[in-house]
């Protein structure tokens, strides 16, 4: 039976397991260590919660096509692939919280962080209080996420990547700073204006997969992807969107490759994923490029290519499209 997901802030009982739930995947060693992963220092295991930090980190500095360049396109970013390998990250997660937690219908919850930008002020909303994800400061000091440098056991960032964006080891507390200004990070919160038009534009011609991204297929494409990933449309006073301006806006540890260090970095894309979701119940399970698109230029983002993902098989952007007999969203946008 298909779990539903819920909003963090309204239900209890999805913050409670989130919250258990991430602090038994941060306390648990995996298969893996830090030398399977080509990270300098001591070799010591690798706790499963790193490792979506870690597949984060090397996914945005592996480029599309192979041996280009990263910061046009990576196998998760500034492409159609965005919202296909995000929705496959959630879900890997999601089994591994059921696993640990023993709860068949845990179901991940969402931030709606369009309700909190309708605020105008969100740094005061419910979901910054110790009770959900604690508040910001360098560490932050409050919440289920506390850094104890005598506690071993506490909430510990162990990988970090570096401003070359490459991946190496620390042991700190986690970090945020919210609503700063722009280019360091951005002041304000997407609104539910902001949502509804994502939801609505339309691009001028081309088929019904347009709607959802258009060529050249990066940052500078037209389309549904695009305005949700937060790169259109790019102006003056406003250069970020949606799912760029949160995590430019929340800060700290939220911003580099390594962004899932912090646990609101799920919150969010299970947002974005649910956005999505609203998306395609209005227009379709539509995707763009198809495998006519030359492999030389968009291998790693067509429909049928794999996503690439270092904990094993996962899927294509085909077989994430219709997601509904694992899991569906008490309201959708």
């Known amino acids: ?23 038994l995947l941060k306390a648990e060693e995996s298969q893996f260590t830090t030398a399977d992963f080509n990270i300098p220092g001591p070799t010591v295991p690798v706790h499963t919660y790193d490792l979506f930090v ?23 970013h500034r492409g159609p692939i965005f919202l296909p390998w995000h929705r496959v990250m959630l879900a ?14 845990f179901a991940l919850p969402y931030w709606d962080w369009a309700a909190d930008g309708d605020l105008g002020s969100p740094t005061g909303a419910a979901i910054w209080t110790p009770a959900y994800m604690g ?37 700190r507390g986690l970090n945020r700073d919210f609503a700063r200004a722009f280019p360091a ?4 919160l997407p609104t539910s204006a902001d949502v509804k038009g994502a939801l609505d534009f339309t691009p001028a011609g081309g088929s019904p997969a347009d709607r959802y991204d258009t060529l050249p297929f990066n940052a500078s494409s037209e389309g549904f992807r695009n305005r949700v990933e937060g790169f259109m449309p790019r102006t003056p006073t406003q250069p970020v969107h949606l799912h760029n301006q949160v995590h430019l806006w929340v800060g700290g540890d939220m911003t580099p490759a390594t962004s899932p260090n912090d646990p609101v ?5 299970c947002n974005e994923d649910r956005i999505w979701e609203g998306w395609m119940n209005r227009y379709g399970r539509l995707y763009a490029p198809d495998m006519t698109a030359p492999a030389a230029t968009f ?26 007999a694992i899991y569906t969203y008490d309201v959708l946008p």
């Open 1 to 23: 039976m298909a779990v539903v997901r819920k909003n963090i802030v309204t239900d209890q009982t999805s913050r409670d397991a989130y919250v258990r739930g991430v602090g």
């Open 54 to 76: 870690i597949w984060h980190g090397l996914t945005m500095m592996t480029p599309i096509p192979p041996g280009g360049n990263p910061l046009v396109r990576n196998a998760a």
């Open 92 to 105: 890997v997660l999601e089994a591994n919280l059921q696993r640990v937690l023993a709860t068949a219908d």
């Open 135 to 171: 508040g910001q400061g360098s560490p932050v000091a409050d919440g289920p996420f506390v850094f104890d440098p005598a506690d071993p056991s506490s909430f510990t960032v162990r990988v970090e990547s570096d401003l070359n964006g490459m991946l190496v080891q620390t042991g």
């Open 185 to 188: 990070g951005w002041p304000t």
């Open 265 to 269: 970095f799920f919150l969010n894309h």
């Open 299 to 324: 291998k790693g983002e067509r429909i049928d290519d794999p996503i690439v993902s270092p904990l094993g098989p996962t899927g294509t952007p085909r077989t994430v499209l219709d997601i509904s």
